[in-house]
């Protein structure tokens, strides 16, 4: 059995894994693997929680525990009663386990599926304490204290190789804390961070213009980045209060609290991130080049105005009534960014109204939009051809499952 010491995972949305790789070595990793939904890496332990903390592209962080080889479910029972559990978790600790497969032999029935092989390591921790402690830790799937992550693929040696993992985040980094109200089928936080990376948006040389700025996730995270801002500002803020549940599940774990020298460096952490923060609301009321939202429903502004509250970005990030069709450049260059629909459940006559959208967006930035740029981030690949212009750049991104493009244009 392997057991690691400094190795950890960073998963993103599919689309984004070298801007994560290039953002946590920035951050002090030592060494980074790219590879589908991810990135391995490995660090000192404050290094990854430094990681945790100022990431704008993770949605989650994990760290390697254990790996190790076996023959079928009972074997795996087996070789999982052999790890020491409590130096994991107490006994009087809730947990939770999430099993995920990766490629598997063709005839996988020793693992029937996810809900049964996580059933075997369930019954393996709760037995290893019943054995040492005499009782057994509880089971909660909505707030638990401790999380693991299994995954399970094709072995060397064996049939199967487990690798066994710490959650060490429980939200998810994406969900920043300002989204207090929600527009229909937002997109996530960190996959708008990603695209004003991959557009190379610039806020001293660029003004921002969303003008379908919906729940305001684009403006917001632009003032994120022009501030330098540390988009945990929020969960700090209210893990310095000690209000609601702890906000990363490390907080809770043995390795984390048994460790003096990690403590007190986290500490010092969040310290900063407080720090940054106030740095970075009063460099925003100094910012030159606007950031701007607009939207055409004033249900949906309302929305956006209450997340801007929230994210204390109240008198930086400009929030309008308009057409977009009717908006102009906010700044010498601007970059007009916006994620229209993607009429996945289009009704009749919908498709010729979506066409004109499009269409629309193309002929408006021709006219009144030279000098400057535009990106759509959509779903709607045969929309892209609507539009009319040529792209200077495309990029490939995923919004949860469905397969989009940032597409950018240089307008002349």
């Not at 946590?24 to 980074?32: V, Y």
């Not at 000192?44 to 760290?63: D, N, P, Y």
């Not at 229209?340 to 930035?365: C, V």
Request: glycine content about 6%.
């Amino acid at each position: 059995m392997k057991k690691y010491r400094f190795e950890y995972f960073a998963s993103c949305p599919y689309g984004l894994e070298e801007l994560l790789s290039q953002e946590i070595m920035a951050l002090g990793a030592k060494s980074t693997q790219v590879v589908r939904g991810g990135v391995q890496f490995e660090s000192f332990h404050e290094i990854a929680l430094k990681i945790i903390l100022h990431t704008r592209l993770a949605s989650r962080v994990f760290k390697y525990l254990y790996q190790f080889e076996c023959l079928h479910e009972k074997d795996y029972y087996l070789e999982a009663t052999e790890i020491k559990w409590k130096s994991l978790m107490a006994v009087n600790q809730t947990f939770r386990i999430h099993t995920i497969f990766g490629d598997l032999p063709f005839e996988r029935e020793d693992f029937r599926n996810s809900q049964f092989a996580t059933l075997k390591l369930k019954d393996a921790i709760v037995d290893y304490f019943r054995h040492f402690e005499g009782e057994r830790p509880s089971i909660d799937k909505d707030f638990p204290e401790v999380v693991f992550l299994a995954r399970i693929e094709r072995g060397t040696d064996k049939p199967y190789k487990v690798t066994l993992m710490y959650d060490l985040c429980g939200d998810a980094l994406n969900q920043r804390g300002y989204r207090i109200s929600k527009t229909e089928a937002p997109v996530k936080e960190n996959v708008v961070a990603g695209i004003l990376k991959l557009t190379k948006w610039n806020p001293s040389e660029e003004g921002l213009l969303d003008a379908m700025c919906g729940s305001g996730t684009f403006p917001i995270e632009a003032a994120l980045i022009a501030g330098d801002i540390p988009v945990s500002y929020l969960r700090v803020e209210r893990h310095l209060s000690g209000r609601g549940h702890k906000m990363w599940t490390f907080l809770n774990y043995p390795w984390f609290n048994e460790d003096k020298f990690l403590v007190e460096n986290f500490n010092k952490s969040v310290e900063e991130v407080v720090q940054m923060t106030t740095a970075g609301l009063e460099k925003l009321k100094n910012m030159k080049n606007k950031i701007e939202g607009s939207d055409l429903s004033e249900a949906v502004l309302l929305s956006t105005r209450d997340n801007i509250r929230k994210a204390r970005l109240e008198g930086i990030v400009e929030i309008k009534r308009k057409d977009a069709l009717e908006t102009t450049p906010n700044a010498p260059k601007t970059l007009f960014i916006c994620n229209p629909p993607y009429g996945e459940r289009l009704e009749h006559g919908e498709d010729e109204k979506l066409r004109a959208l499009y269409k629309g967006l193309g002929d408006h930035w021709k006219h009144n939009f030279k000098g400057h740029r535009a990106a759509i981030f959509t779903g709607n690949l045969e929309m892209l051809k609507v539009v009319g212009l040529k792209t200077s750049k495309k990029h490939m991104l995923y919004n949860g499952d469905i397969d989009c493009r940032v597409a950018e244009y240089q307008l002349y």
